[in-house]
């Protein structure tokens, strides 16, 4: 009977309880593909035990980065062109694939080419996460359950490391890896069985040139953010090559893109101009939200004097804020329908607290650099998904799987670029400063640190406190630029739900979805 049914909300036409389902195994897709980086990261030392090549350790991650930003483009647009299910499908089997591959590897190079399949693999779970929930939910809705994927970043980056440690020393360094594939397999099955398979009407036409000359752009932007740790330096001939080589492969793709039936980011999209901004602000957020994390952690080691434990218990206040400010963000937009308020306000608080942050005296009481991680915290989480249904808003239906994987990459980019800016900095700023009795500023870890007699530690922490205040200041600019952006945001009413997103259900859209009861 179909008053026992529930009934049916957003362009998806499934029920609600249909739709909660498929968002489970969505967000189990996510905390694999998020978690996997985060335990990576700990078991590093291990590993290069175990295989030698200290030389190549940074490839590592990366790879898997650069695999991760440059397919992220491409995996919008082949959504767009043939349907979701079976793009995410296989974004999560190549995960899983890579994932037994890095746990069966032999040797440095074959761990290296196993992440570059993790990287592909999870350069589309990120992409086509959101894409999906664009078709189950209408934009107010989308606000809410949107802001539950701050819950999963917050959990894999908060159990990631401790579970990396734990698991590489008592089962080993390949269970890190070996762990995704029960849990690749079951969002394999539950996606296979439950979200619909809607193939759009146009017809598929790839454009190959398009796709390989801005995979070419992304990697040497992401390789030339890298390049430090890669190439020893960033005027190696490596290192200045690589932004020349970017902009000659933006150069031929902007003329391909002209030209193309179906580009692989649609320039008419930029003729909106807030899509245009919300790339701005999708980088600053990637700049202040994801490459300033381990800035703070070397922050708190070597001007407190914390251990590497202690110093990351100060993440509970960052990422707590973060998860508060998401989930209290995805319930105003719900409410009000207007995004832009609470972008302004997250950007605008953003630089208030790394403002303070590159103010504070070097012996603050610890309470208060908590209290300023967790406004810096919450200040991030309430832009996050401003960005992502900013853009969906801005796009017709038949891009939005382009505009997300767009302004997905914006944030890896942005996060990727502000790396290598602060580490420029920061290694700038301590090979100036010279501490009597002590060597180089620049190698200084918290062990030898913590050695030190207490004038030459007082001496060093200074001269760390000293580096960071130009650290900050940088991220103080970024996040004041992505405030301007947001400003400047022509204001967006999303329509109350039940009337938004109507077209998107009609058959000339696409396939009617299997009834589910």
Same mark, same amino acid.
């Given at each position: 009977m179909s008053n026992h049914v529930q009934p049916t909300v957003g362009p998806s036409g499934l029920t609600h309880r249909r739709r909660m389902a498929i968002f489970s195994f969505l967000m189990l897709s996510l905390f694999m593909a998020t978690l996997d980086n985060q335990v990576v990261s700990t078991a590093l030392p291990t590993i290069i035990g175990e295989f030698g090549a200290i030389e190549r350790f940074a490839w590592i991650g990366s790879a898997y980065l650069l695999a991760q930003s440059a397919i992220m483009p491409v995996y919008g647009k082949l959504g767009d062109l043939f349907g979701r299910k079976y793009v995410m499908m296989f974004a999560v089997g190549l995960?899983?694939?890579?994932?037994? /591959?890095?746990?069966?590897?032999?040797?440095?190079?074959?761990?290296? +080419?196993?992440?570059?399949?993790?990287?592909?693999?999870?350069?589309?779970?990120?992409?086509?996460?959101?894409?999906?929930? +664009?078709?189950?939910?209408? $934009?107010?809705?989308?606000?809410?359950?949107?802001?539950?994927s701050s819950l999963v970043l917050m959990a894999s980056g908060s159990i990631g490391p401790t579970l990396g440690g734990t698991m590489s020393q008592y089962l080993g360094w390949r269970s890190i890896f070996l762990i995704n594939l029960p849990i690749g397999i079951i969002a394999l099955a539950g996606l296979m069985f439950m979200l619909p398979y809607r193939r759009p009407e146009r017809q598929p036409k790839i454009d190959y040139v398009g796709a390989l000359t801005l995979a070419?752009?992304?990697?040497?932007?992401? /390789?030339?953010?890298?390049?430090q740790s890669l190439f020893g330096s960033l005027t190696a001939w490596p290192s200045l090559a690589l932004p020349v080589i970017s902009a000659l492969a933006l150069t031929i793709w902007l003329r391909v893109e002209r030209r193309a039936a179906e580009p692989v980011i649609p320039l008419g999209l930029f003729r909106d101009r807030n899509f245009s901004l919300l790339l701005i602000v999708g980088i600053v957020s990637g700049g202040i939200g994801i490459g300033l994390v381990n800035y703070h952690a070397l922050f708190l080691q070597m001007t407190t004097g914390l251990s590497p434990a202690h110093a990351g218990l100060f993440f509970i206040a960052i990422t707590a804020g973060i998860a508060g400010g998401s989930l209290t963000a995805g319930r105003l937009i719900s409410?009000?329908?207007?995004?832009?308020?609470?972008?302004? /306000?997250?950007?605008?608080?953003?630089?208030?607290?790394?403002?303070?942050?590159?103010v504070l005296p070097l012996h603050v009481p610890f309470w208060a650099v908590a209290a300023v991680l967790l406004a810096q915290g919450i200040a991030i989480g309430l832009g996050q998904q401003a960005p992502v249904i900013g853009v969906q808003i801005a796009s017709p239906t038949k891009d939005v799987g382009a505009a997300t994987g767009a302004v997905t990459l914006s944030r890896m980019g942005g996060a990727?670029?502000?790396?290598?800016?602060?580490?420029?900095?920061?290694?700038?700023?301590?090979?100036?400063?010279?501490? $009597?009795?002590?060597?180089?500023?620049?190698?200084?870890? $918290?062990?030898?640190?913590?050695?030190?007699?207490?004038?030459?530690?007082? #001496?060093?922490?200074?001269?760390?406190? #000293?580096?960071?205040?130009?650290?900050?200041?940088?991220?103080?600019?970024?996040? +004041?630029?992505?405030?301007?952006?947001?400003?400047?945001?022509? $204001?967006?009413? /999303?329509?109350?739900?039940?009337?938004?997103?109507?077209?998107? +259900?009609?058959?000339?859209?696409?396939?009617?979805?299997?009834?589910?009861?």
């Open positions: 995960f899983t694939i890579g994932s037994l /591959l890095c746990g069966l590897s032999w040797s440095m190079d074959s761990l290296i +080419a196993a992440r570059v399949f993790q990287g592909l693999g999870a350069g589309g779970i990120m992409v086509s996460i959101f894409s999906i929930n +664009a078709d189950l939910f209408e $934009p107010r809705e989308r606000a809410r359950y949107q802001s539950f070419i752009a992304i990697s040497g932007l992401v /390789l030339w953010a890298d390049s409410r009000t329908g207007h995004y832009k308020p609470w972008l302004v /306000l997250g950007l605008f608080l953003s630089t208030l607290c790394l403002a303070g942050l590159m990727a670029l502000a790396i290598s800016i602060y580490g420029a900095i920061l290694t700038d700023q301590l090979m100036r400063a010279v501490v $009597p009795g002590v060597g180089s500023i620049a190698e200084m870890t $918290p062990d030898r640190m913590a050695a030190l007699p207490p004038a030459a530690r007082e #001496g060093v922490a200074a001269a760390f406190r #000293g580096a960071f205040d130009w650290v900050y200041f940088s991220a103080v600019v970024i996040a +004041a630029v992505g405030f301007l952006a947001a400003a400047m945001l022509r $204001p967006v009413q /999303l329509a109350p739900i039940g009337e938004a997103e109507k077209p998107q +259900a009609k058959p000339a859209d696409m396939q009617a979805a299997p009834r589910a009861g």
